[in-house]
């Protein structure tokens, strides 16, 4: 099969990502768990910016083993020559030169004649081959320069010492389908590319970056620039893991090979997130928290049956925990009844079907069912009927002192009034009701959650309570904060109480 080498660009280009800049020590230890993800290359940096990343680059020269390591520099001397120092200890080096060579970017940013960029961009090629033999050349905004030109310039360029030429798609302008005719041509055009590596280098622009670097290896390039997460200058370049992860999952169709290990893609992407701060959106493929987790009842029950039923890719071949069965309002009982075995719960088939339909109705109002709804719900339906307290809130006070007064009812009929000051309304109101009921109970766990929108939302209490040892659990619903806190807390001190 034919081998795709990985050139991984998330320590430079993905640095490029607006508010992103990575210290030294983090820039080395994202290099060194590249190398574990075994990329071919890692672009460590561009030394010519700033002394830290001269020196990031030099200390990945000299501790990163594995991949070659790449240096970027302009067609400039003094940018080849910081490139070559940085780069002197390591064990494999690559100087990465480039120019542009569309009209707007040569005529506007330039300022120089094609000439001009054709005989810079060999000077510099020649000049790099004083550091290594490894040579890349870019055209930057080859996408959008003139065809016979890019013919031109990389021949040139390979005539001068260029060991990759690499086709960038700078602005993220080009199709699938253009890309491939592009690299068509230059392959069928360029004379003299005898062992000469096609690389291609995609931003996200239009949302194609990934899309065009499977056009571009289809076409024969040999060589992908990728950043971990796709994150980079604007909207990104291509996702290394999502092109690997595609290049694997269709590789009856592709039939190219890369040297990836796997399993290393969950870690990597972890790591780069929390290092850069760029978060990965919960839909992103490959890498999301949403890309192997299922919601809704058929594909739950799909997945339960036959994992491949609703996913192409083995997400544990990828060094994730497995797939997820998340709850929600589209789930089926499939699925609910293989959470309430995991929570260790066993019901009785009239018992189920009343959880599952409260289940529902909760689901349909609350935006994430956790395991302790879950548990609420099941304990809610199992004591229905059963209740015995009943309590009402009569008077709640708020200050630096607050007051509750409570009445509570049992049997039906009996009551008793309670009242407490505490330094918070709540904590008066449990103390009232405990007053009431000459209760002991320590609360252990108060969470308030808005399960739905606007100024009439309805809040959920939830509370862990601890009687004699014991956890109790209870919830309450109410537009109503306190009158909801009250439920939840009478919710469970009638499962103590049973
Ligand atoms: C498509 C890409 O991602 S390219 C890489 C982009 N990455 C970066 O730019 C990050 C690092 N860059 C930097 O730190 C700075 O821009 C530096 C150190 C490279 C240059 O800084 P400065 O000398 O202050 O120049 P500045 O960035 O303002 O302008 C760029 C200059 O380089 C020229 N230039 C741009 N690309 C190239 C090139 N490939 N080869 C030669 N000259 C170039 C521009 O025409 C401009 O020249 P001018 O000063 O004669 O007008
Ligand atoms: C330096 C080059 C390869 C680049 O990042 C681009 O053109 O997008
Ligand atoms: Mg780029």
Redesign the pocket.
Known sequence: MRRIKIFDTTLR?GE?TPGVSLTVEEKVEIAKQLARLNVDIIEAG?P???PGEFEAVSRIAREVEGPTIAA?A???KKDIDRAGEALKDAEKKRIHT???TSQIHMKY??RKSPEEVRK?AVEAVEYATKYTDDIEFSA?DATRSDWDFLVEIYEAVIDAGATTINIPD?VGYTTPEEFYELIRYLKKNITNLNGVTISVHCHDDLGLAVANSLSAIRAGANQVEVTVNGIG?RAGNAALEEVVVALDTRKDFYKVETGINLSEIARTSRLVAHLTGIEVPPNKAVVGANAFAHESGIHQDGVLKERTTYEIIDPKKLGFSGSKIVLGKHSGRHAFRKKLEELGYKLNEEEFERAFAKFKEVADRKKGITDLDIEAIIQEELGKGREKYHVEVLHVTSGKISTATVRVYWNGTEKIEASWSKNGPIDALFSAINKALNLDCRLKEYRVTSVTSGRDALGEVLVRIEHNGEIYVGRGLSTDIIEASAQAYLNAVNRIRR
Do not use: G
Request: glycine share 0%; hydrophobic share 55%; proline share 0%.
């Open positions: 280009d490029q561009f010519i910016s700033s970027l302009r067609a400039v480039f120019i542009a940013k330039l810079l930057e700078t200058e």
